[in-house]
């Protein structure tokens, strides 16, 4: 079993910044994709970014050059660092694991609110 912890969200200010945080805890794996996605109210869920075991990053076309993930294996986490932030990056932010070998795990999200 798996548990994955965010935190990080909040309200923000258009241009401003945040960084999102996924602790992962319980059943270790050597090869798995783990990221972000988010929901806005009313549209599906979307990948936002993405990091591999193997340290290959993925973005979403709307984030390129705005956000940046990365990750401390020492403490099983990923971050997002989300900067020049828009009112269009307003949603819930999730953490998602998805091990090679099948399967996949959500965190609860964190909303993210940017707004003047």
């Known amino acids: 079993q798996v548990q994955l912890v965010e935190s990080g969200g909040g309200l923000v200010q258009p241009g401003g910044s945040l960084r999102l945080s996924c602790a992962a805890s319980?059943?270790?794996?050597?090869?798995?994709?783990m990221g972000w996605y988010r929901q806005a109210p009313g549209k599906q869920r979307e990948l936002v970014a993405r990091?591999?075991?193997?340290?290959?990053?993925n973005y979403a076309d709307s984030v390129k050059g705005r956000f940046t993930i990365s990750r401390d294996n020492a403490k099983n986490t990923v971050y997002l660092q989300m900067n020049s932030l828009k009112p269009e990056d307003t949603a819930r932010y999730y953490c998602?694991?998805?091990?090679?070998?099948?399967?996949?795990?959500w965190g609860q999200g964190t909303p993210v609110t940017v707004s003047s």
């Open positions: 998602n694991l998805a091990p090679y070998s099948g399967g996949q795990y």
């Open positions: 319980g059943s270790i794996f050597t090869f798995w994709f």
């Open positions: 990091i591999t075991s193997g340290s290959i990053i």
